[in-house]
């Protein structure tokens, strides 16, 4: 998928909201563990409830690691699942990569060509090689950690240099000169809602993903007003408080309601 | 495994050599292609040969992950293989991860628990809450980047403050304040020898894994004057230059050959 395609179903949706998957089985419905793949199953269900309310889904690796080859089975499941029904969605593999050349190409491959996401997470610590790779693959975005909504994001990402410059500046300044930069998306946290007229300065037309609505304690109205641009350039991910909002039978219906919610707050914001 | 069994290993070996797996279908040797589990195999080669000069071996998880599912079988495959028949060897899981605090906590579980590793290597950029999630853990070793082997690891690591400290010192001082924080070891690239002088100021006690010696010319003399400590306190790895050191069907023995020689080296450096 490119820019614009994300850009125009923003437009026929009305949304720009990204519902995260972190699909962890003491949260997930009790009846679905009698199932062959539960997590698979909760995720189905999830995306045929909220598909037309979301442009993006973002299923958090971690949590399909943690269950070790069933884990992923059941990344694999969900991802062709999506892409074969839903293919006007936006895929992000939040992985949160990063390694010296040769090994970010390996992990670009698992993500961009073995399970086919539309875009991937990537930490900027190694720097330019370390992400260039994943740059290399056309009509693929890199999704470069910049300003995290953690607490522990303010250890190192605000240290200033000796011009004053902090350092999640000069990794958004640094990244645009790299090759293939128009790909990069940058991770910023709603909780800093603060910190988005900086960001625009230095990447004024980039795409944002923000987490940290709902659960984290995020502020959507704040975050649009200083964060969006022309082309919208904002995707707002919400996990926990749409897929968990009922662990009953009942999941499906309530995450509706709560996606609905999100969506139509953003309805709002468009006009 | 804890610190004083691996010290003691090094003295049992005189050797402080890490073998890096990083195993690629179209760099070994063409024969094992017909075999069921071809990157298994190679890597149980590689270890039977090996196991007596190696301290630590560390799976690339990158090159596992390329594979999609059969990946993750050989990557489990080889653990237990290491786990079950060699279990005074340090493993290491290369996997970079880091997240905030409940996703670093599935990294944690399965790289720890689920694959029962004994160290794996974290990415500092999101601070100490996807940090300590890991130090959580038991007898088990959280390995941080600090100063990496790439060219783009000076793109960031070394911004200095308005002090004067650079990011890597930062990284250094601010994880030591961090819970467990002795259960830390760092990654420093053995291209950088004239760093380790002020590591060692700021982290004297802590094990080092070393990268970068070999096929990305670092310098293992230069390393151990200025990086070695009374505990030795170094874990030099070498991935391609061992287990490429032949494509062909004597590749095992090739890979001994390589590895005795390092061990020499190293074993001329403790005397």
């Known amino acids: 998928m490119n820019k614009e395609q994300l850009i125009e179903q923003i437009k026929i949706k009305k949304s720009f909201l ?11 419905p009790q009846h679905l563990l009698q199932l062959d793949d539960p997590v698979f ?5 999830i995306i045929d409830a909220t598909h037309h309310l979301a442009v993006a889904y973002k299923p958090n690796i971690a949590f399909f690691e943690a269950y070790g080859i069933k884990g992923w089975q059941a990344l694999q499941k969900t991802i062709e699942y999506l892409n074969d029904n839903y293919p006007e969605i936006f895929t992000i593999a939040d992985a949160k990569r990063g390694d010296i050349g040769n090994t970010s190409t390996r992990y670009a491959k698992a993500f961009f060509e073995d399970l086919n996401f539309d875009s991937v997470t990537v930490a900027p610590y190694m720097g330019s090689d370390s992400v260039e790779p994943f740059l290399a693959f056309a009509d693929k975005f890199t999704i470069l950690l910049t300003l995290t909504s953690n607490a522990g994001g303010l250890d190192f990402q605000v240290l200033k240099d000796e ?15 790299w090759k293939n930069s128009d790909q990069l998306m940058y991770v910023v946290g709603a909780t800093r809602p603060e910190y988005f007229q900086k960001i625009r300065k230095i990447v004024p037309n980039h795409f944002l993903l923000v987490p940290g609505i709902g659960a984290q304690g995020g502020d959507l109205q704040g975050v649009c007003k200083y964060g969006m641009n022309d082309d ?14 009922s662990n009953r039978t009942d999941f499906a219906e309530k995450a509706t309601e709560k996606a609905l919610e999100l969506q139509q707050e953003m309805e709002a914001i468009l006009k």
Do not use: H, M, P, W
């Not at 990204?18 to 997930?28: M, N, R, S």
């Not at 011009?163 to 000169?177: A, C, D, P, R, W």
């Not at 919208?232 to 909002?245: C, D, E, P, T």
């Open 232 to 245: 919208v350039g904002l995707l707002i991910n919400s996990s926990r408080g749409i897929i968990y909002a």
């Open 163 to 177: 011009n004053g410059l902090t350092l999640y500046e000069k990794v958004l300044e640094q990244s645009l000169t």
């Open 18 to 28: 990204c519902i995260g998957l972190d699909v962890d089985l003491e949260k997930i």
């Open 41 to 45: 199953e909760f995720n189905k269900q």
